[in-house]
């Protein structure tokens, strides 16, 4: 896991810094690293035209830094104050943007870069809020970025992913603390999903599932799919109103024709190890109901999904009705659900927005977006994980049921609730990568996660 930072976060950490290094040191540290970067980019120096944009701040100072560091290695430099760099700028190998750093905020129009030249952005593009990543102006697109210390959050949501191109965290000497929020890469997949212990058996790993009714059918295959794919041993299906469905042949079908079906579906799952509810079981009085009598009385992990989510009604109500649950819980709304719950859209900061719903509600809040953020109401470290993993091609119906069922099955298999969440969105963001990028369906994903799992596991 990779730490994040806040702006107030990274400038506590550079203050703590300085009581054992002088700034001078760090700026060199950091313009030292900007001009290695900048060979790489260039394929060497000697001659190379290179144009840097440098603010008052110690950006800028990390940006002369770097423009001596080319010049010593025979690289034709210019250097241009910010505040009088021309409408265009001038035909060059590369541009290093060292104008404005995380501390700014506003609007800001970078100069006019010529078509196919390279920007290197220090820190964080300029313009882009290191929070939120908004840009209200015209930042800097830059096709590679060296941040210090850590990643920014602004360079993970808002408009940071598409301006800062590919990201290298620079280690300047700087100690951190833990971070608070931590972005999941693949390297943690092998490092935290459990192996199966060699005398498992399918009720080591069982998960009961609620989705589905008449009509939503493939809601319910798809979340069952998504369980099996990550290494749920059994499931007990309940599908209220018991629709005829081409359903997975693996799944043990519990009747739910009964209006007051929530008991028989608690009884039937006693043996499970958590349990999915939501996906396309109906937002009726009556299921609305039914819904609410399984989140009280689950007496294992819990998923709350799609139409569970509209079942708990407003903040108030979901906080009243989670209160007594004993075990966790797993909120995982996309967008229009978390405004249907919390009485306002989520906005641009989604760590705030996932932070503030988890805490109100006092359960696992898995915000689903371009960026997830994975937020604990507890007193975590970090407390939120953060997944870049997914993709547009996502975009498509269904696939949140299949990510469902993979949470549930990686609950069964043992992981806390906090951490299994943000694996399950992070397999299923890189499964997805793997899948074709136009004409991706929800029900590619299953085999697609089940695939990667099986190689990080042979590769551990």
Known sequence: MLPVLTRDEMRAADAAALSSVSEDTLVARAGTAVGHAAVHILGGAYGRRVTVIVGKGNNGADGRVAAAFLARRGARVSVIAAADAPRALAPADLVIDAAYGTGFRGAYDAPEVPPGVPVLSIDIPSGVDADTGEGPGAPFRASHTVTFAAYKTGLLQGAGPGHSGTVQVADIGIPLATARAALIEDADIAATLPARPRQSNKWSTALGVVSGSVGMEGSAILCTRGALAAGAGMIRLGTPGNPVGNWPTEAVRVSLGDPHWAAPFLEATTKCRAMVIGPGVGTGDAARE?????????????????????????????????????????????????????????????????????????????????????????????DVYLVAAGVPALAT????????????????????????????????????????????????????????????????
């Not at 949470?407 to 074709?436: E, K, N, Q, T, Y």
């Open 290 to 382: 039914q819904i609410r009598a399984v989140i009280t009385a689950a007496p294992h992990p819990l998923v709350v999904d799609a139409d569970a989510i509209t079942a708990l009604g407003d903040v108030e109500s979901a906080r009243m009705l989670l209160a007594g649950r004993t075990h966790p819980t797993i909120l995982t709304p996309h967008d229009g659900e978390y405004a249907r719950l919390a009485g306002s859209p989520p906005g641009g900061d989604r760590l705030a927005a996932a932070r503030a719903l988890a805490r109100a509600i006092g359960a696992i809040v898995l915000l689903k977006g371009p960026l997830t953020a994975v937020a604990s109401p507890g007193d975590l470290t970090p």
């Open 397 to 460: 119906a269904g696939t949140g049921d299949v990510l469902s069922g993979m949470i549930g099955g990686f609950l069964a298999r043992g992981m806390p609730a906090h951490l299994a969440a943000a694996l399950a969105a992070h397999v299923h963001g890189r499964a997805a990568s793997r899948g074709r990028s136009e004409g991706l369906v929800a029900g590619d994903l299953p085999d697609l996660a089940a695939a990667l799992l099986s190689e990080v596991r042979e590769d551990a």
